[in-house]
């Protein structure tokens, strides 16, 4: 079974006028695009299950309300898995985490610390993750560049959740995009931490990273510890896991290592949910 673990379900209004503008200039892939909850399910139809999600960061108001994921979960429940998009610079921060886990049945937690503009391993915030790991919910980070002008690149550094996880070892923790442009970094932190993965989500974007830092993961022994993650609605999962078969389009006909299809498909059938604890029975 495929499982998208990185899925977007968000109306563009959510971003606020000025990071959509943002966006839309520098985002790289063109204007977000709004999308509805039939043609969401459309485009999962190839995977098996897909964790779903907004975004929120309060500094740059940005905003997707529990609300608006929840009720697309609903339609299918045991297929989509509802993350709660929080902001734990925010003073309703726990209250919200746990409003969305009880009051909606959420199964763990989106960040977005670069443009929150928050470091994911101050001290401050350990009471927000204290209470993740109380009520079993895994964290998934925004980890890698951004668009946004007021947007914190520092902030977007592995090294960060290197130490988060030895702060709090038992938090479960997925970094997204491997956090590019540091895939090697990404890959030093979840060599390292039992308890931390990655998703490769928009890894094929920039296919000469994409194909280096997938052959980084090899040499350090981190397959294992990858995800796949489609990026979507940036892009639909059938076409983002064939342009992950195509990263070695690149270097054919040259001495330089080749991914091969095998590792691809442990990476795209990867079943981490129990390990992350979570259920959609």
């Known amino acids: 079974m495929i499982i998208d673990y990185h899925t977007h379900f968000m109306r563009r209004a959510h971003f606020g006028p000025e990071f959509a503008r943002e966006w839309d200039e520098r985002g790289g892939t063109g204007a977000w695009p709004e999308i509805t909850p039939e043609q969401y399910e459309a485009a999962m139809a190839p995977v098996g299950k897909a964790i779903v999600f907004g975004i929120t960061a309060y500094a740059l108001g940005i905003h997707t309300p529990h609300e608006y994921v929840a009720k697309l979960v609903s339609r299918n429940p045991k297929k989509y898995i509802g993350f709660m998009a929080l902001d734990p610079s925010h003073p309703d921060a726990i209250e919200e985490m746990e409003r969305g886990a009880q009051d909606f049945g959420m199964k763990g937690i989106k960040l977005y610390p670069v443009m929150s503009l928050y470091n994911i391993a101050d001290p401050q915030f350990r009471p927000f993750f204290q209470r993740a790991v109380e009520l079993s919910l895994p964290v998934l980070t925004h980890m890698g560049t951004s668009p946004a002008t007021k947007g914190l690149l520092r902030l977007s550094i592995p090294l960060l959740v290197d130490e988060l996880a030895i702060a709090m070892p038992e938090l479960r923790i997925i970094m997204a995009h491997l956090g590019h442009p540091w895939q090697r970094e ?6 390292k931490h039992p308890n931390v993965y990655a998703d490769i989500s ?4 920039r296919p000469w990273q994409g194909y280096e830092a997938l052959v980084v993961c090899g040499e350090w022994g981190v397959y294992h510890k990858l995800l796949y993650g489609s990026d979507y609605p940036l892009w639909e999962p059938a076409s983002s896991m064939a342009a992950l ?3 070695n389009d ?6 330089l290592p080749k991914i091969s299809c095998e ?3 442990q990476i795209l059938h990867r079943d981490v949910l129990a390990e992350l ?3 959609t029975e």
């Open 186 to 191: 990404a890959a030093m932190v979840i060599r």
């Open 202 to 205: 928009g890894l094929w974007h």
């Open 245 to 247: 078969q195509r990263l």
């Open 250 to 255: 690149q270097v054919a006909g040259t001495p």
């Open 263 to 265: 590792i691809i498909e």
């Open 277 to 279: 604890g979570i259920t």
